[in-house]
Structures are given as C-alpha cells and as structure tokens.
C-alpha cells in the first residue's frame, strides 16, 4: 500500500468514525497517530496496515510497552487497531481480523497522584500580581479545582457557558455531551477579576467566544495549559510530575472525602462508567485509614 492510499484510507476511516459513531475530535487525532505510529513499524518490518499480521501488532504493542508506555496508552492502541481492522472487514478490504485474539493490557492499579488541601492552597497563590497573564492563571487553577474539568474541557469552556449569578458551569464533555457543575466561590471571585480587568485586555475588540485566552487573545492549546500548571506547580514548591490532571484527580477526591454522594461526583466529573469514578474511593479508604491510626487512643495497642 502506498503513501497515498494509505493517507486516503485513513481519512476515509476517521471520517466513517465521526459521522457514524461522534468520537471526539481528541480520540480521532489519537487514532490517526497510532495508526502512522503502526504504519512506520510495520514498513520497518516489510508489511503494511492492510497486511499486518497477528504477531506484527504484538510485536509493536511490545515495543511500546518496553520503551516505558503506560497499561492505559496500550490499552487505547489497541482499542484503535481493533476499531481499524473490523472497518477494513466491513469494507471487505481484508478477510482476517488479526485484532481478533489481541489481548490488552490489564489496567493499571497505580493510584492517580492528589494534591493536599494545603498543596492546593499554595499552588491557587502562586499566580502573583495583577497583570493579565495571573489574572487568567489564577482563574484557570481555581476553576479546574473548583469543577474538576479535563484539560480539553478547560481550554475549549466558551464564555457563554459561565453563569456567575447562577454560580454554575455548563461543560462539554467527552462526546460532546453537556453537564452542569457548580463554582465554588473563590472560582467565581477569580473569573469575575479576568473577566473584569483580564480578559479585555488581552482580547480587545475582537470576538472570542473562549473564556481562557493566550497572552495574544486567541483560543489557548493543551500544551500551554500544561505549561501554565507546571510553571506555578513549580513556583508552589510541589514535587513530583504536575498535570491539569492532578486538579481534576484532587478534586475528586477531595469530594469524597468530604461527603459528596458518588453518584453525584460522577455526574460532576462526566464519567459514563461509575467503575471510574469509584476508582477515588480507594483514595479516600486510605485517607480515612490514616486518620483513624492517627486519632484513636487504642488503635496501636
């Protein structure tokens, strides 16, 4: 298969996935990067991703599990090549599936990293001073926090979607699917200060429907989200890797611990699985644990 069949068949495929089944512009792109990632392994081995056998994906997926890719990337890979080769049966391009009895690998049990309330607190201080640029990123960190949005969900939250008043938050999640989450205070102090004497600054007179803008007032990226957490993770003296993640991870957490119902927080983080959200109530276990020790006049007797 050439360079330019190849590069069509793609495009035909990763059209057929969002007109027929709405995946997300972010699992499109990853998917259309797994696959030239495959496609350059497999020309390395003389095959192609139409010919690719059984034991040419394993040996890929191996690869990558030995250059240090996580249990959860893997796992995506293969729910991509699954994906790809049953579209290429449908479309009678192959006879064989060779996904067919492709294991994936078991989920990771590693725990997601959490915040203390006292590391939240420092980091939600580190955007000092008054200019635009901390102005955003204080809003930024405080609203991450306060509704435990996902990276993409911040980025793209669109001004409209922000009822001060109302103190709630209308995001579009995975799949497009839309959900309300309340704004605690602080976060309604610091988006009402960017909107007041940021944001305008830094926008003008253009039409920007984003709520979080770059210092040029165009829509921000991912990775100048990653570089916004990291620079006042630092700033805050946090060790350890720091991600937009880590927000949405310490807020659910944080949740749990204080009470809230898990079927709420599940409709609060936009999980459609509450397996996923139950994985915060292992965190909790050990906070609750760890208290109890610390506590109890006879609990090391």
């Known amino acids: 298969m050439n360079a330019a069949s190849s590069t069509d068949l793609l495009l035909d495929f990763l059209g057929s996935l969002e007109l027929e089944r709405g995946l997300a512009r972010n699992?499109?792109?990853?998917y259309q990067t797994d696959l030239r990632q495959l496609s350059v392994h497999l020309e390395a081995a003389g095959s192609d991703l139409i010919g690719?056998?059984?034991?040419?994906?394993?040996?890929?997926?191996?690869?990558?599990?030995?250059?240090?890719?996580?249990?959860?990337?893997?796992?995506r890979k293969v729910a991509c090549l699954r994906t790809w080769y049953r579209w290429l049966r449908r479309e009678e391009l192959i006879e064989d599936d060779p996904t067919a009895e492709l294991r994936s690998p078991g989920r990771d049990r590693r725990l997601p990293k959490v915040?203390?309330?006292?590391?939240?607190?420092?980091?939600?201080?580190?955007p000092s001073g008054t200019e635009p640029a901390a102005l955003r990123d204080r809003a930024i960190l405080e609203t991450m926090y306060a509704c435990g949005l996902r990276s993409t969900e911040t980025v793209e939250l669109e001004l409209s979607k922000v009822d001060l008043e109302?103190?709630?938050?209308?995001?579009?999640?995975k799949g497009g699917k839309e959900r309300m989450v309340p704004l605690g205070t602080p976060a309604v102090a610091a988006i009402a200060v960017w909107l007041e004497r940021g944001r305008p600054k830094l926008v003008g007179i253009r039409e920007e429907r984003r709520l979080f803008v770059n210092l040029r007032g165009g829509s921000m990226t991912r990775q100048g989200l990653y570089g916004i957490?990291?620079?006042?993770?630092?700033?805050?003296g946090l060790s350890g890797r720091m991600t937009p993640h880590t927000l949405r991870h310490s807020f659910a957490t944080h949740m749990l611990s204080g009470g809230c119902d898990l079927r709420a927080l599940q409709e609060m983080l936009g999980h459609a699985d509450a397996a996923t959200t139950q994985l915060y109530t292992h965190l909790t276990v050990d906070d609750l644990r760890e208290s109890y020790f610390e506590a109890h006049p006879r609990s090391r007797t």
């Open 229 to 236: 957490v990291r620079r006042h993770a630092a700033t805050a």
């Open 52 to 75: 690719a056998s059984r034991a040419d994906l394993a040996s890929w997926l191996d690869s990558l599990a030995a250059s240090g890719v996580s249990n959860a990337t893997l796992r």
């Open 166 to 173: 109302a103190r709630m938050l209308r995001v579009v999640g």
């Open 27 to 30: 699992t499109l792109e990853a």
């Open 115 to 126: 915040l203390t309330r006292g590391e939240v607190a420092r980091l939600m201080e580190a």
